[in-house]
């Protein structure tokens, strides 16, 4: 299973940026996809997620009304829009996969791991 996120960049706040998750190795369209990232110094933390079934999306508070993540089952792949962002927004950021229906927040709960694509927020 392979998990190749890009997109990542500088960007100033109150901009805007577009990661996406493309998978492979695994069956994607019934596989629940999450964003994490990781600021510097800090753990890893949950950042949105969006189920195989239904399509449901759970989002962390920090980032509710500014991001909005989708999949496209059809390219195996997932995306999270960045709007609004902040200096608090710097982090590297993962996605990761789960064989089945989740949205849960916890990291040792899912099952694989991209690399991560660094994001920059200037202020």
């Known amino acids: 299973v392979q998990l190749q996120a890009s997109g990542g960049g500088l960007v100033q706040a109150g901009g805007s940026l577009k990661l996406s998750c493309a998978a492979s190795?695994?069956?994607?369209?019934?596989?629940?996809v999450a964003w994490f990232r990781e600021a510097p110094g800090k753990e890893r933390v949950f950042v949105a997620a969006i189920r195989w079934s239904g399509g449901r999306t759970d989002y962390a508070d920090s980032v509710k009304g500014r991001f909005i993540i989708s999949r496209d089952n059809a390219k195996n792949a997932v995306s999270l829009q960045m709007n609004s962002l902040k200096s608090e927004d710097t982090a590297v950021y993962y996605c990761?996969?789960?064989?089945?229906?989740?949205?849960?927040?916890?990291?040792?709960?899912?099952?694989?791991w991209g690399q991560g694509t660094l994001v920059t927020v200037s202020s």
């Open positions: 990761a996969a789960y064989r089945g229906s989740t949205t849960n927040p916890r990291a040792d709960v899912w099952h694989y």
């Open positions: 190795g695994l069956t994607f369209s019934r596989s629940s």
